[in-house]
């Protein structure tokens, strides 16, 4: 008896110029009977079912090269197994994100990289996965900016870890968020016309922050009270789109959530010339990952100046 025949065509022009891929086609081959459709696809009749092996699909090809324009016969010839031909695809792209990678001209972490020496606070959020560095640009941050005429609170889950030891002694720390040291402070400065400088910093504190209207408020207003924010987070879901967009400064790290890697780029990264080059979403988060599996790298979104930096973690 004979096979269910069934149709793969190849995709032709259009956004997807450069990616030739054969597919089974559920409509059948009855509707499929020319070799062009109504969207310009090339229909390629091939004797299938549903356990189809990759070798019948290119038997199929090959039987059917004789029905095609001549014009076409040079794309069959490149169509290779499904599997293998995506592999290729995702070689090309990594070569050029590479390759774009390699001309990134990177700044290095100075004094001169946030603005924090105005008379008002300035808000910096730093994102990033376990491991990912973020709490060691935390630091080098620190070591530029935390001095002596600095009031600062550093809030951790984790306060005991290594990663904190060696603080300077003027930085006083703290195992959970304290909203009420910070509503004192803000109670200060509008007694003192902003004469004090403080710090808040909170260090993936995963309780209490979601929704928090002390942390709401560090961002959008009590920086105009002189009051410095530096969060770490994890992800984007512990602040609302408002706070989101108000961040004087963005700092990325690297990411293991793919899901949370999409919103990154579409909150911080699209207006970038790199990010924006790549139509992809997929292309998009590849290159992040990328950029981000060395651990020194990072990327400043600078919102007071309106720039995107390239930055080395290390002084």
């Known amino acids: 008896m004979e096979a269910k025949k069934q149709c793969a065509y190849i995709f032709k022009g259009g956004k997807r110029d450069n990616e030739r891929c054969i597919t089974t086609c559920k409509r059948g081959a009855i509707k499929c009977s020319k070799h062009k459709n109504s969207k310009g696809r090339l229909n390629i009749i091939l004797p299938a079912d549903e356990d189809l092996k990759k070798e019948s699909i290119l038997d199929g090809v090959e039987d059917v090269k004789e029905d095609v324009k001549e014009d076409d016969k040079e794309e069959i010839k490149e169509v290779t197994e499904g599997e293998q031909f995506e592999v290729d695809i995702d070689n090309n792209i990594m070569d050029l994100i590479k390759a774009d990678i390699a001309k990134i001209k990177f700044k290095n972490l100075n004094s001169k990289t946030f603005d924090l020496k105005q008379k008002f606070g300035r808000s910096i959020a730093i994102f990033g996965s376990s491991f990912s560095g973020k709490t060691q640009m935390l630091r080098n941050i620190l070591d530029l900016y935390a001095k002596k005429d600095i009031i600062s609170l550093l809030q951790a889950d984790n306060i005991h870890a290594d990663v904190y030891k060696g603080l300077p002694k003027y930085i006083y720390t703290t ?141």
């Open 175 to 315: 195992d959970h968020f304290r909203g009420d040291i910070i509503e004192s402070w803000k109670f200060i400065n509008s007694k003192k016309k902003n004469k004090f400088r403080f710090m808040s910093i909170t260090d993936d504190i995963v309780t209490g922050l979601r929704h928090n209207d002390t942390l709401r408020k560090l961002i959008l207003s009590y920086r105009n009270s002189n009051l410095n924010s530096i969060g770490l987070f994890q992800g984007l879901s512990i602040i609302n789109k408002v706070e989101r967009g108000s961040i004087n400064y963005v700092v990325l790290k690297g990411q293991n959530d793919m899901l949370i890697v999409k919103d990154l780029i579409d909150w911080y990264l699209n207006q970038s010339p790199l990010f924006y080059k790549y139509k992809s979403l997929n292309h998009k988060q590849l290159l992040f990952k990328e950029y981000m599996s060395n651990k020194e790298n990072s990327i400043i979104i600078d919102n007071i100046k309106g720039k995107i930096l390239f930055v080395k973690n290390y002084l």
